[in-house]
């Protein structure tokens, strides 16, 4: 069941960001995602999901270099940072950690479409600014939904929560 929940977040969160992204926005949910079920649940159960559908994502996109891949693992030991050492009781403070994942991708989506063909691309830095902007915003105001949302579901569903990571792994919150 938790294999399954951890699927079918990653896949909305990938379809929304597709979705947001065709309205001009550039939003990475799905590394927003994976922060989150990398606290809720064990880095075990969600890096094969995630590496399954960021990699589905990355290709749908086209991309020649896939920084999804590559930023995954960060974003999954940052997640269990978080769960050590955050405070994940306060849902407006996960906007902290959400506009940093979200900032962190928005690095690698634009250096990687940067470095296209082997060249730098000659985009101006002020639309490079605009959009880790829109990445950090977009993170920092999806994870608190995102939480929000999906406790909510993860309680009915007797899951693990996000809320409640840090009991459940058995770690000090100290």
């Not at 608190?144 to 999906?150: D, G, K």
């Amino acid at each position: 069941m938790p294999g399954l929940f951890i699927f079918l977040l990653l896949f909305v969160a990938g379809f929304c960001e597709l979705a947001v992204g065709n309205l001009g926005l550039f939003a990475p949910l799905l590394a927003v995602a994976v922060f989150y079920a990398g606290n809720a649940f064990r880095w075990e159960q969600v890096l094969p999901l995630a590496v399954i559908v960021i990699a589905a994502h990355e290709a749908f996109l086209a991309r020649q270099f896939a920084p999804g891949i590559v930023l995954l693992a960060p974003t999954i030991a940052a997640a269990r940072l978080w769960t050590r050492h955050g405070n994940r009781e306060a849902l407006p403070l996960q906007a902290l950690p959400g506009a940093a994942v979200g900032l962190v991708w928005g690095i690698g989506v634009t250096a990687a479409e940067s470095l296209r063909d082997g060249a730098l691309a000659a985009m101006p830095w002020r639309h490079h600014l605009w959009l880790l902007l829109q990445a950090a915003l977009a993170g920092a105001l999806a994870l608190p939904l995102i939480c929000a949302v999906c406790d909510r579901l993860a309680r009915k569903a007797f899951l693990p929560r996000y809320a409640r990571a840090a009991a459940k792994f058995g770690m000090r919150t100290e």
